[in-house]
C-alpha cells in the first residue's frame, strides 16, 4: 500500500524527495566514476582500465554528475520542497505534469545504464565526428536517448515552476517573494530556452548516425561546427542553471542571518541574477575559441563574458556584507559552509575571467586548467549549495536536529579534500598536460598523486555527510515533525522577510526553525 502511495503521489514534498533519492543514487554512481579516474592517474603509463574505457568512464561521469545528480537534486529536490512553502501555496500548479516529471527520470537512469553497458566514449559535448556511428558504438544512442527524456523531465518542471511563481507574483503585485524563488523563475526561463537546442541537437545527430542524414557530416554537406554552437547555446546556460538556485540560497540564508531587509540587498542580488542570466545566454562562442573564429567574433565574446563578473560581484560583495553584519556565531556550521561556498566559487570565478581571454584560452583550452575551472564553479560550488540546503533545512524536512561537532568535522574533510584535488589540476593545465588522456609525463606524477589523494577525501566526505544525516535520525534530538502537515511549515517559511527562519544552536545540535 505504501509503495503504490508513493507511486501515484502528487504531494510537491514526496515528489521532491523522489527527485532527491534519484539524484543521490546518480550522485555516488558520478562519484564512483570519478574515484576510477583518479585512481587512473596513480601510474603515467600502467593505467587501471584501457584508453578506451576510461573515454567510457570521463563521458559517464560528466552526464551523471549535471543531469542526473545536481540537476534533480538542487532543482527537483528542494525546488518542489520549497516552492509551495516559500509561496504559500499547498501545491505547485500542475501536480500531474509534476509527478510525471519526477518519474520520467526513471526510463533516463535504465537507458543511461544501458548506454554504460554498451559504451560511449565521446565525451560530455558529444561532439562529431567522433560521435559519429564510424567512431562509437550503439552506446551513445542510448545515451542521447537518457539525454532526450532527462530534457523532458526538466522541460516539465520549469513550466509547472514557471506557472506556479507567476501566478502568485500576478495575484500579489506589492508582495516581495524570496530570493529563492526569483532564482528558481530565472532558473526554469533559461531551461525552457537552452533545453530544445539541446534537443534539436541530439536528434540531428541520431539522424546522421542512424537514418543517413548529414547536418554535421562535411562529406554531405554539413558543419560539425554547427553541433558546437547549438550544444554550446545549451551548455553555457546550463552553468548558471546549476548554480542560480545555489546563489538563490546563499543568498536567502545570508539575508536570514544578518535580519538584513536593506533595498540594496535584496534587489541587488535579484538584479544580479537577472544580469547573469541576460549576459550568460548570448556567450556560448567563448567555448568555440579554437574553431577560427573571425577576431570581431572572439573579442566581442570575450569582452561580454568579463562583463558577466560584474554581477557575479555584486552578489559575493552583498553576501560579505550581509554576514560581516550577521549575529551568526563562528562556531556555526552554515557559516563555514558560506565562507566556503563564496571561496571555491571565486576561485572559479577568476579563473574563468582568465579563460574568457581568447589569448589565453588558446594556450589553456583542453588542458587540465579548464577542468579546475568548471569543478570549482560546479563541481565544488553547486554540490556545496546542495549541502548548504540540507543542513539549513534538514531539521525542518525531517524534524530532527543535525550535531554540530559532526557538521564541523564534516566541512574540514570536504574543504581539505575539494582543493588537494581540484587546486593541483591548475599548474597541470598551465604546464600544457592536456586531459581527456590517461597517460601522461611522469614528471607530474607527484601532482596527480597529490589530485587523487583529494579525489579520495572527497568521496569519503560524502559518505561522511550521509553518516552525518543518519546520525541524526537514530541519535538526534526530535525538533518538529511536518511530513503529514503542511500548515505548520506554512506559519514558519512564509513569514515575512527575513524573520521566515531563525536558527538555533543549542547543546551541539543545530536546528533551523
Request: proline share 4%; glycine share 10%.
Amino acid at each position: 500500500m505504501f509503495s503504490l502511495v508513493w507511486l501515484f503521489t502528487l504531494d510537491h514534498k514526496r515528489v521532491g524527495l523522489i527527485y532527491t533519492i534519484i539524484g543521490v543514487w546518480a550522485g555516488f554512481l558520478g562519484l564512483s566514476l570519478s574515484v576510477l579516474i583518479r585512481l587512473n592517474y596513480l601510474d603515467p603509463y600502467y593505467n587501471l582500465v584501457s584508453p578506451e574505457v576510461y573515454n567510457f568512464v570521463i563521458t559517464s561521469h560528466g552526464i551523471v554528475m549535471i543531469f542526473f545528480f545536481l540537476m534533480p537534486v538542487i532543482i527537483g529536490g528542494f525546488g518542489n520542497y520549497l516552492l509551495p512553502l516559500l509561496l504559500g501555496l499547498p501545491d505547485l500548479n500542475l501536480p500531474r505534469l509534476n509527478a510525471l516529471s519526477a518519474w520520467l527520470l526513471l526510463p533516463a537512469s535504465i537507458c543511461l545504464g544501458v548506454s554504460m553497458w554498451g559504451g560511449a566514449g565521446v565525451g560530455w559535448t558529444f561532439y562529431p565526428p567522433l560521435s559519429g556511428v564510424e567512431y562509437s558504438g550503439w552506446g551513445v544512442d542510448f545515451l542521447m536517448f537518457a539525454l532526450h527524456l532527462a530534457g523532458i523531465s526538466s522541460v516539465f518542471s520549469s513550466i509547472n515552476f514557471i506557472c506556479t511563481i507567476f501566478e502568485v507574483m500576478c495575484e500579489e503585485l506589492v508582495s516581495r517573494q524570496s530570493i529563492i524563488t526569483w532564482s528558481y523563475l530565472f532558473t526554469s526561463i533559461l531551461l525552457l530556452l537552452s533545453l530544445p537546442v539541446l534537443a534539436a541537437a541530439i536528434t540531428m545527430l541520431l539522424f546522421d548516425r542512424n537514418f543517413g542524414s548529414s547536418f554535421f557530416d562535411p562529406m554531405g554537406g554539413g558543419d560539425p561546427v554547427l553541433f558546437q554552437h547549438l550544444f554550446w547555446f545549451f551548455g553555457h546556460p546550463e552553468v548558471y542553471v546549476l548554480i542560480l538556485p545555489g546563489f538563490g540560497i546563499v543568498s536567502h540564508i545570508c539575508a536570514t542571518m544578518t535580519n538584513n531587509d536593506s533595498l540594496f540587498g535584496y534587489y541587488g542580488l535579484v538584479l544580479a541574477m537577472a544580469g547573469i542570466v541576460c549576459l550568460g545566454s548570448i556567450v556560448w562562442a567563448h567555448h568555440m575559441f579554437m574553431v577560427g573564429l573571425d577576431v570581431g567574433t572572439a573579442v566581442f565574446f570575450s569582452s561580454v563574458t568579463m562583463v558577466i563578473g560584474i554581477p557575479t560581484g555584486i552578489k559575493v560583495f552583498s553576501w560579505l556584507i550581509m554576514l560581516s553584519g550577521s549575529r551568526v556565531r563562528l562556531s556555526d556550521p552554515i557559516l563555514w559552509w558560506i565562507i566556503g561556498f563564496i571561496g571555491l566559487f571565486t576561485i572559479g570565478g577568476v579563473t574563468g575571467i582568465m579563460l574568457s581571454a581568447s589569448v589565453l584560452d588558446t594556450l589553456l583550452h583542453d588542458t587540465w586548467f579548464v577542468v579546475a575551472h568548471f569543478h570549482y564553479v560546479l563541481s565544488l560550488g553547486s554540490y556545496s549549495s546542495v549541502v548548504i540546503s540540507f543542513i539549513w533545512w534538514w531539521p525542518i524536512i525531517s524534524g530532527y536536529s543535525l550535531n554540530i561537532y559532526l557538521l564541523q568535522g564534516h566541512w574540514f574533510v570536504s574543504m581539505v579534500g575539494f582543493n588537494l584535488c581540484f587546486f593541483p589540476m591548475h599548474y597541470l593545465g598551465l604546464y600544457g598536460l592536456p586531459r581527456r588522456v590517461c597517460v601522461y609525463d611522469p614528471e607530474f606524477y607527484w601532482l596527480n598523486v597529490l589530485s587523487s589523494l583529494g579525489g579520495v577525501i572527497s568521496s569519503c566526505s560524502a559518505f561522511f555527510f550521509v553518516f552525518v544525516l543518519w546520525e541524526s535520525i537514530v541519535i538526534g534530538n526530535r525538533v518538529i515533525s511536518v511530513w503529514g502537515s503542511n500548515s505548520l511549515v506554512l506559519n514558519i517559511v512564509t513569514l515575512p522577510l527575513p524573520q521566515h527562519i531563525v536558527y538555533m544552536v543549542d547543546s551541539g545540535r543545530w536546528r533551523s526553525w
